[in-house]
């Protein structure tokens, strides 16, 4: 257990693409964090059912997309890369068919490795099917046992790094952020979450150990990213998003609490305020992950990466190739150009470009910029209890809006003003945890069961 | 006509005590319940709607409206029992098998129900067979399928087959939805229609059951 109490770096200055203070070596010789930006490509299968009779298709589908990700990074000279295996929920439920898909791309890492000197590393992300049942069983039941046993046979057939996209507190968080209620969020994302990260991780730290691998991180995705992506659709405000951003970097925290040591996953843009305390890589994705979703964070996600992904992209023909062979090679070109900078001594002006380009366009990219994670971090770690890092991180993010705002470079709409103006004022006034629970299970004590949250 | 204006404008601000309060004053000046809730508490979600549509409001201003409106029609719901008036239509809604996502289903039905719909949440992972059993138990009209992953949408032409071979298709108009769904897919699996957001499956539900927009 580390207590982090201290920031890894002395200043936002110091964050940067492709150096960690505490990197990382996995896989086949993957170092991530030592100087170099590497890609981490990921990738689905096309509209087909996952299912015991398709087994052998899926294992086509998987062979052909591996093969030919491995053949480009050969061809286009790179040498590395992350290889993320993220389960759809019937690949966790279906143990069979997520540990067979495991054992196949692990072997064609191996091969390419041995034939060509490839260093990979092979991320396997569970799929948290916990939250199948409503309310959501989070430390008991069937799906629970299942999920950790996937955790077991992945790292027992393959994996060389474990991860989750863990939803603990989410079942709260999507009814709060519909209604714009800033105390449910804090219930959600400064009690529920926390607490669930903390029993999970502990558990996936252990199986990691348990087989001599790499607890690697999770992800406020469940979270943040279902707040900028209902924000976009303008079904809530923007503000609100971003602020839900920094609120969530305090669950993604504790799992390196526990253990887990990066690098963190792709689609967690609190990444980089988790480099900033820990020290520990970060995957960050944006303008190559455009075939996944939207975002506003196109470059400046690029400005504190260790790893850029493609998020996840359909096993589809496109003229040049299959959709995931096209997006490696597109990542290829992001990393070598990080990396050139890195190598002529240009990084820091590359990284202004990163961040000026988006920075000031939105709210969602300025929350994230090397500066604004940095201070976000120091707000954190200024309290001792989740509920009160939660609650500074979201407020720290309401005065990084307000002040960008102020010098008149972010423009700030008046109603996203107005939510900004409320937003702020329920944080100032819920500094008292005990009334947020209390509150919060009298208005939301039908959708989570207490004693899964060890409460 | 009665002047309901000052219902309507607290039905758009969300001011639940006082919608239950105005629904009760309308009711004692002799007004039908029918004649508050058609001239009243429904124009009033509606300009709501309008406002959303228009960028105008989020959808947390739209709860709040939302749940004035119901203020008021709790007022209103004996009196409407007794002279039979029923809601714009019963919707089913749930998320496919495989599937656990539902914030998208979850939207749509919070649309819905400002537009004046009954809808029924099966929830997530919901088998193609429970879909039938809850469309026949509750008399639904219209089934929202929901699905985010391209290795769950076969779900959805499950579902629909199911529909089809337990020889209740024909009482039923189904619309689908989700991140990896087009028109054309829904086509090709014999759906009536696709929502391309929460937004639009309302226009989409009033066109596939003839309801007035």
Redesign the interface.
């Known amino acids: 257990m580390t207590n982090f109490s201290k920031m890894a770096y002395q200043s936002a200055d110091d964050l940067m693409f492709g150096r960690a203070k505490v990197p990382v070596t996995c896989g086949y010789g993957l170092e991530v964090g030592t100087g170099m930006v590497l890609p981490e490509v990921n990738f ?7 299912e015991h009779e398709q087994l052998p298709a899926i294992l086509r589908q998987y062979d052909d997309m591996v093969s030919s990700i491995l053949q480009r990074l050969v061809t286009l000279g790179m040498p590395g890369a992350m290889i993320e295996f993220e389960h ?3 690949m966790t439920e279906e143990l069979e068919i997520g540990t067979a898909i495991t054992a196949k791309i692990r072997t064609l890492m191996q091969s390419f490795y041995e034939k060509h000197g490839l260093r990979t590393a092979l991320r396997v992300t569970v799929c948290d ?1 916990r ?2 049942s ?1 309310p959501p069983q989070m430390r008991s039941g069937e799906a629970t046992e299942k999920m950790f046993e996937a955790f077991r046979l992945s790292a027992a057939n393959g994996a060389h790094l474990l991860s989750i996209e863990s939803t603990g507190g989410k079942e709260v968080s ?2 709060a952020l ?4 800033v105390q449910g969020l804090l219930l959600a994302l400064g009690i529920l979450a926390p607490r669930d990260s903390r029993f999970l991780w502990q558990k996936i730290v252990a199986i990691a150990n348990e087989h001599k691998i790499i607890p690697a991180g999770d992800t406020a995705c469940a979270f943040a990213n ?1 707040a900028m992506i ?1 924000a976009d ?5 923007n503000v609100l998003a971003a602020v839900v951003r920094a609120m969530s970097a305090v669950r993604t925290l504790v799992g390196n609490e526990v253990g887990a040591v990066g690098p963190t996953k792709d689609c967690g843009y609190e990444g980089p305020v988790i480099k900033a305390i820990t020290g520990c890589p970060v995957s960050l994705e944006g303008k190559s992950a455009a075939c996944a979703h939207f975002s506003h964070m196109g470059n400046i996600a690029m400005a504190t990466c260790d790893l850029w992904s493609n998020e996840s992209v ?1 096993n589809v023909k496109l003229l040049s190739g299959h959709a995931p062979e096209v997006f490696t090679e597109i990542l290829t070109y992001d990393c070598r150009l990080m990396n050139e900078a890195l190598q002529a001594g240009q990084e820091r002006a590359l990284q202004n470009l990163f961040v000026s380009s988006d920075a000031y366009k939105s709210v969602h990219a300025l929350v994230i910029s090397p500066q604004a994670s940095f201070e976000i971090a120091e707000a954190i770690l200024s309290h001792q209890s989740d509920f009160d890092r939660t609650r500074a991180a979201g407020l720290q993010a309401c005065q990084i809006i307000r002040d960008a705002s102020a010098t008149g470079k972010l423009p700030l709409p008046d ?1 996203e003003s107005a939510w900004l103006d409320q937003i702020e004022e329920v944080l100032q006034e819920n500094a008292d945890e005990g009334k947020v629970l209390e509150d919060g299970s009298a208005q939301f004590g039908e959708l989570f069961l207490p004693k899964e949250y060890g409460l | 006509m009665q002047n309901y204006d000052e219902l309507r404008e607290c039905v758009i601000a969300g001011k639940k005590a006082q919608v239950a309060e105005l629904v009760r004053k309308h009711l004692d000046e002799g007004k039908t319940a029918k004649d508050v809730m058609d001239n009243g508490l429904i124009p009033g979600m509606a300009i709501v709607g309008k406002k959303f549509q228009e ?2 409001f ?3 201003e739209m ?1 709040m409206a939302a749940r004035s409106l119901n203020a008021g029609l709790e007022v209103l719901r004996p009196l409407l029992e007794a002279s039979d008036v029923k809601p714009v239509a019963k919707v089913l809604m749930g998320t496919v098998k ?3 996502h ?2 998208g289903k ?2 749509v039905a ?1 649309m819905l129900r400002g537009g004046g719909f009954e809808v029924i949440d099966a ?3 919901v088998p193609p067979d429970k879909f039938v059993e809850l469309a026949r138990e509750n008399g639904a009209d219209l089934i929202g399928l929901s699905a985010l ?6 779900s959805m032409k499950d579902t629909i087959d199911a529909f089809q071979s337990q020889g209740y298709r024909e009482n039923v108009k189904i619309m689908i939805g989700g991140a ?1 769904i087009t028109q054309e ?1 829904a086509d090709e699996i014999g759906a009536d229609g696709f929502a391309r ?2 937004s639009y499956a309302v226009e989409l539900a009033k066109k596939l059951l003839g309801v007035a927009a």
């Open positions: 689905t299968l096309p509209t087909m059912k996952v759809a929920p019937q099917i939250e199948k409503r999507d009814r519909m209604e714009a209620d279902t209902l659709q303008r079904y809530i405000p359909q109603r | 960028g105008e989020f959808i947390p709860l495989g599937d656990i539902d914030i979850n939207l919070v929830g997530v992972d992953l391209t290795t769950t949408m076969p990896p897919y957001n929460a």
